[in-house]
T-cell receptor, first 111, second 114 residues
Framework: QKEVEQNSGPLSVPEGAIASLNCTYSDRVSQSFFWYRQYSGKSPELIMSIYSNGDKEDGRFTAQLNKASQYVSLLIRDSQPSDSATYLCAVYAGNNRKLIWGLGTSLAVNP | NAGVMQNPRHLVRRRGQEARLRCSPMKGHSHVYWYRQLPEEGLKFMVYLQKENIIDESGMPKERFSAEFPKEGPSILRIQQVVRGDSAAYFC????????????FGEGSWLTVV
């Protein structure tokens, strides 16, 4: 089992819809969770971090964490074509002192 | 610009030459990470450094690759005797270290081996 898993996609949603991106992780002692966005040919850009169970909202983005079920999700409300990118989930367990990355989910928002 | 600075942005090397990629972390950050990303693939961790120390190099190929983060100056990723398979994007990221593990990426260095 991979340590951090994401559906590779592509996930296709119409403009204005809610895009839901999911990530599961295997290490129960994971402490910190991050979502990054990467446009083609660019570097990853931090969108959200979340550390506690529940929801965390920032503008159109909401991160949801459920440690009991070992998943973290990212919701993008009112999706725009400019949101079309690959979304990377990263998890920090502490004991290995580095982030563990998923392979990313490709999102396409269609006008 | 207070962000993570990488240079060169694009580098072309012939097979057998050396490539040196430089990374200056964000102001106040003492931890540097190097990642490699092959076309259409995910991020691969290479090495994690603090000033003058390699903390984790588990993702670094055993031969031809080395990294340093001296007391003064940028972190350097060095690839000796490059081969075509080394063609990739190399991303540097930094973090403050103590108390946070959020990392911020530079714009990347694209290495092409011809």
């Amino acid at each position: 089992q991979k340590e951090v898993e994401q559906n590779s996609g592509p996930l296709s949603v119409p403009e204005g819809a809610i895009a839901s991106l999911n990530c599961t992780y295997s290490d129960r002692v994971s402490q910190s969770f991050f979502w990054y966005r990467q446009y083609s040919g660019k570097s990853p850009e931090l969108i959200m971090s979340i550390y506690s169970n529940g929801d965390k909202e920032d503008g159109r983005f909401t991160a949801q964490l459920n440690k009991a079920s070992q998943y973290v999700s990212l919701l993008i409300r009112d999706s725009q074509p400019s949101d079309s990118a690959t979304y990377l989930c990263a998890v920090y367990a502490g004991n290995n002192r580095k982030l563990i990355w998923g392979l990313g989910t490709s999102l396409a928002v269609n006008p | 610009n207070a962000g993570v600075m990488q240079n060169p942005r694009h580098l072309v090397r012939r097979r057998g030459q050396e490539a040196r990629l430089r990374c200056s972390p964000m102001k106040g950050h003492s931890h540097v990470y190097w990642y490699r990303q092959l076309p259409e693939e995910g991020l691969k961790f290479m090495v994690y450094l603090q000033k003058e120390n390699i903390i984790d190099e588990s993702g670094m190929p055993k031969e031809r690759f080395s990294a340093e983060f001296p007391k003064e100056g940028p972190s350097i990723l060095r690839i000796q005797q490059v081969v075509r398979g080394d063609s990739a994007a190399y991303f540097c990221a930094s973090s403050p270290g103590q108390g946070t593990n959020t990392i911020y990426f530079g714009e990347g260095s694209w290495l092409t081996v011809v």
